[in-house]
């Protein structure tokens, strides 16, 4: 009897919260920055994988083809698998961090920041994580030899580069997600126009500065599948320092759409179906 009373309160309350329709404007928002991004990520990883496994792809001019066929080809390039890899690893990112903040805060009445922010990043690293891995990996097996033709068999993936990987985006969530709001009120307001900028200037650069930590990690991660045979530190150290210049400069590129652009927008957008859901409450 206790239990239905109890299920019936909480089938009452869901009803008058707000929170079903935040979490869908939550993932709206992810839905939409996801689809805005995903375009010349796709463009970008496909161009470091092919360079990478052969010098007749240069970088740039391969970046600049796959950004064109982007545009002359909008339905073979939009269809096509690596697209739906890249965009399935943002829409989820962004929508795990965008709910489950939401909803953390709705649990907690908002009385325990860092208690969301640390469930919002743990989330969002389980998420992320694992899709970001298998993204990896998929253009690997596409794009990783010369000829551009996936293996017959799937290629397995060391532990250790797994968790190499991991290490590597837990530094990248952290400095996209979790940073920028914890120096927000080290900055003073007076550098800024409005709060609203100085956050926006926040997710823009932190993210960007974060790669020169992150990047070192993911050339050891490359450089363990790419090398599986056991060996000395000193020919890994070299094979990196080798790329690490040009690499970080791709990978700070790289993470202004990612996890800069890309989150501007989706913190604008949840902010305005946020605005909604609160008009149309109150009416």
């Not at 580069?161 to 997600?177: Q, Y």
Request: glycine residues 4%; positive net charge; aromatic residues 8%.
């Amino acid at each position: 009897m206790t239990q239905h009373l109890q299920s019936n309160r909480f089938d009452e309350a869901w009803k008058g919260s707000k929170l079903p329709a935040t979490l869908a404007g939550d993932i709206a928002a992810a839905g939409i920055s996801a689809s805005l991004i995903s375009p010349l990520i796709t463009a970008i990883d496909r161009a470091v994988v092919e360079n990478a496994a052969s010098t007749r792809h240069p970088l740039l001019s391969t970046l600049k083809s796959h950004v064109i066929c982007s545009f002359r080809h909008p339905r073979l390039f939009f269809a096509a698998k690596p697209f739906f890899y890249v965009w399935t690893l943002y829409a989820a990112t962004y929508a795990t961090a965008n709910s489950v903040e939401s909803a953390a805060k709705a649990v907690t009445s908002k009385a325990d920041q860092v208690l969301v922010s640390s469930i919002t990043f743990l989330s969002t690293c389980i998420v992320n994580v694992p899709l970001g891995v298998w993204k990896d990996v998929r253009f690997v097996q596409l794009y990783g030899r010369p000829n551009a033709q996936p293996p017959s068999r799937p290629v397995k993936v060391p532990r250790i580069v797994g968790a190499t990987f991991l290490f590597r985006d837990a530094i990248t969530i952290f400095g996209s997600i979790n940073l920028p709001p914890m120096l927000s009120p080290l900055l003073s307001d007076s550098y800024f126009a409005s709060p609203a900028i100085k956050m926006a200037a926040l997710q823009l650069s932190v993210p960007i500065l974060s790669q020169v930590v992150a990047t070192p990690v993911h050339l050891l991660a490359l450089d363990l599948y790419n090398n599986q045979q056991k060996e000395g530190s000193a020919s890994r150290i070299s094979r990196m320092k080798r790329s690490l210049v040009p690499t970080t400069a791709m990978r700070c590129s790289r993470i202004i759409p990612a996890f800069g652009v890309g989150l501007v927008v989706n913190t604008g957008l949840r902010d305005y179906f946020h605005g909604l859901v609160g008009s149309v409450a109150q009416k």
